[in-house]
C-alpha cells in the first residue's frame, strides 16, 4: 500500500528494522552514510535498494533536511555501489519514489538502482 513521503518518521518501518539488525537484508555494501542490499522482489536483473542510515521517509524530507555531508555522503555511496556491481559500461537507472501517486510503499527514503537489461521507457502506464 502506497504512503505518504512526509514526516513523522515511522521507526516501525521495514526499512530501519534492518538498519536496526532486527531482520536480515541480503547487503552489497555498507558505510558511515548509507546500506545497500538487493531488493527482495526484483524487477530487473540487478535491483538494489540504497538507504541512507538517518531518519528520513523520502527524498524530500531528505532534501530539505539532511546535512551537506550526510547528502553527500550518501550521494556517493550510491554512485559507488553502481560502480562496484560493475553497472557502469551498460547503464543503469537510479529511481526513488516519494508519496502516494509514485507508489512509495516502504517509509524510509531509499533510491532503486535498476540494470541488468534494457530498462524500456522511464514510465509505466497508469495502472
Ligand atoms: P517503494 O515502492 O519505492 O517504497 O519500494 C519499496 C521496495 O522495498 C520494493 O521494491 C520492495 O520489494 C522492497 N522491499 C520491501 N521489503 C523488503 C525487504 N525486507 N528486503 C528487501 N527489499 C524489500
Not at 526499512?15 to 536496526?20: D, M, P, S, T
Not at 552514510?33 to 531528505?62: E, M, T
Not at 550510491?78 to 537507472?93: H, I, M, T
Request: glycine share 12%; with cysteine.
Amino acid at each position: 500500500m502506497a504512503v505518504s513521503g512526509l514526516p513523522p518518521y515511522d521507526d516501525g518501518n521495514i526499512f530501519a528494522r534492518i538498519l536496526r539488525g532486527e531482520i536480515p537484508c541480503n547487503k552489497v555494501h555498507e558505510d558511515q552514510w548509507a546500506l545497500a542490499f538487493h531488493d527482495i522482489n526484483p524487477q530487473a536483473p540487478v535491483h538494489v535498494l540504497v538507504i541512507p542510515k538517518g531518519r528520513y521517509c523520502s527524498f524530500a524530507d531528505f532534501s530539505a533536511n539532511a546535512g551537506a555531508e550526510e547528502i553527500a555522503g550518501f550521494t556517493r555511496a550510491v554512485g559507488k555501489v553502481a560502480k562496484d556491481l560493475g553497472l557502469e559500461e551498460q547503464g543503469y537507472r537510479v529511481l526513488t519514489n516519494v508519496g502516494e501517486h509514485s507508489g512509495q510503499e516502504v517509509p524510509h527514503f531509499h533510491v532503486h538502482l535498476f540494470a541488468g537489461r534494457p530498462l524500456g521507457r522511464m514510465l509505466g502506464r497508469p495502472a
